[in-house]
Structures are given as structure tokens and as C-alpha cells.
T-cell receptor, first 113, second 114 residues
Framework: QQQVKQSPQSLIVQKGGISIINCAYE??????FPWYQQFPGKGPALLIA?????SEKKEGRFTISFNKSAKQFSLHIMDSQPGDSATYFC????????????FGAGTRLFVKA | DAGVIQSPRHEVTEMGQEVTLRCKPI?????LFWYRQTMMRGLELLIY????????DSGMPEDRFSAKMPNASFSTLKIQPSEPRDSAVYFC????????????FGEGSRLTVL
């Protein structure tokens, strides 16, 4: 019930294309759904996040779509750039302060120039 | 602003040796998390503290692992004795209890147990 399932495991996208990463969760008590971006040799860093009372959140080229009834959420990267090549993790947590944040398995994105 | 500081960045040790990883959270943050990252298992939450008190250590793999937070500015993760399967990158993260839930990660400690 604590799992967050993420797909695909890896993704190759042409420069300018749309990258889409999907996640699903089971525990309906989760109330914060962040996406983290990780570059090699670095720790994950928050990219964008959403709460379940909102169906979509957009920040620049990054958009989260959230489907509460299906218990699914996804990250869309518009106009993907080579600099977006990184590993992306979806996550879910309970309460504020990042209580018990559970991460998906990660998606390695490669954007071809 | 200083972020989360972890040391050592790299550690190579032999099986059976004691390993101590250190973390200094962001000043003012009152939650601290230890994660382990491997290719096979991804990012696993090992333990987290609120206001220096361990809240949930259900992710600690076994009794060989222990974590302490003696004060608000320092935490350790100890493995004794270490085994080759403990080889991983260990991340420390901190956050502020009253805010959105964003975790601020350090750059990690890469542990290799031979």
C-alpha cells in the first residue's frame, strides 16, 4: 500500500519532443506528490509538486497531471532539451514536512540533440 | 546558503569493517531523512527523524544499521559490520515540518564494501 509505481524505466526523446512519465499509487492518504530530478553524482532535487485537490500544475515546460480517482499522476516535459537528460522520480508523501516520502523507481530520460 | 552536507563523499572499505556516514542538515530544518539508492531497489527510505527523535526506522534493513541524531545539526548512519550488499549511495535529506514537504538532499555518500 506504500508503493509508488513508475513507468517507463527509460525514455529516449528527440529534442523539442514531449517526454511523458507516469506514476500510480495505492494509499489514498498520500497528500503531496512531488517530482524530483537527479543528475549523475548529485542528489535528487525538487522539480515540481502537486496536491490532490488540483488536477494540473504547470511550471514553465513542466506539467503535472493528476487523476485522483484513478490514483495516477504524470509528468509532461514540453519542448524537451538535452539539458533535461536526467533521472526523474515521482514520489508521494503523507503530511507536511516530507513525512515518509516514498519514491518511484525512477525514469532515465535521454533527450537526443 | 549551505545545503545539506554529507561526508565522506566516497568510502571504500572491507567487509566486516565499521562504516559511519555523517550528515549536517540545513540550518533550521527539523526533519531529517536517510535514504539508500541502488540500481536494483531505487531510493529506499531507511529512517527519519522529527525534532531529533526517530519516528520511523522500519526501512532499516537489519540490526547492523543504526542511526542517531544527537542534535539538530548532526546525524550519523552507522553500519557495523559492513557487507558487500551494503554497497550503495546513501543520501541524507532535510525538510521543514511546517512547510510543503520538499526534501533537500545532500550529494550523497557512495559506499563500496569489498
Amino acid at each position: 500500500q506504500q508503493q509508488v509505481k513508475q513507468s517507463p524505466q527509460s525514455l529516449i526523446v528527440q529534442k523539442g519532443g514531449i517526454s511523458i512519465i507516469n506514476c500510480a499509487y495505492e494509499n489514498t492518504a498520500f497528500d503531496y506528490f512531488p517530482w524530483y530530478q537527479q543528475f549523475p553524482g548529485k542528489g535528487p532535487a525538487l522539480l515540481i509538486a502537486i496536491r490532490p485537490d488540483v488536477s494540473e500544475k504547470k511550471e514553465g515546460r513542466f506539467t503535472i497531471s493528476f487523476n485522483k480517482s484513478a490514483k495516477q499522476f504524470s509528468l509532461h516535459i514540453m519542448d524537451s532539451q538535452p539539458g533535461d537528460s536526467a533521472t526523474y522520480f515521482c514520489a508521494a508523501s503523507l503530511g507536511t514536512g516530507g513525512f515518509k516520502t516514498i519514491f518511484g523507481a525512477g525514469t532515465r530520460l535521454f533527450v537526443k540533440a | 546558503d549551505a545545503g545539506v552536507i554529507q561526508s565522506p563523499r566516497h568510502e571504500v572499505t572491507e567487509m566486516g569493517q565499521e562504516v559511519t556516514l555523517r550528515c549536517k542538515p540545513i540550518s533550521g530544518h527539523n526533519s531529517l531523512f536517510w535514504y539508500r539508492q541502488t540500481m536494483m531497489r531505487g531510493l529506499e527510505l531507511l529512517i527519519y527523524f522529527n525534532n531529533n527523535v526517530p519516528i520511523d526506522d522500519s526501512g532499516m534493513p537489519e540490526d547492523r544499521f543504526s542511526a542517531k541524531m544527537p542534535n539538530a545539526s548532526f546525524s550519523t548512519l552507522k553500519i557495523q559490520p559492513s557487507e558487500p550488499r551494503d554497497s550503495a549511495v546513501y543520501f541524507c535529506a532535510s525538510s521543514l515540518l511546517s512547510t510543503t514537504g520538499e526534501l533537500f538532499f545532500g550529494e550523497g555518500s557512495r559506499l563500496t564494501v569489498l
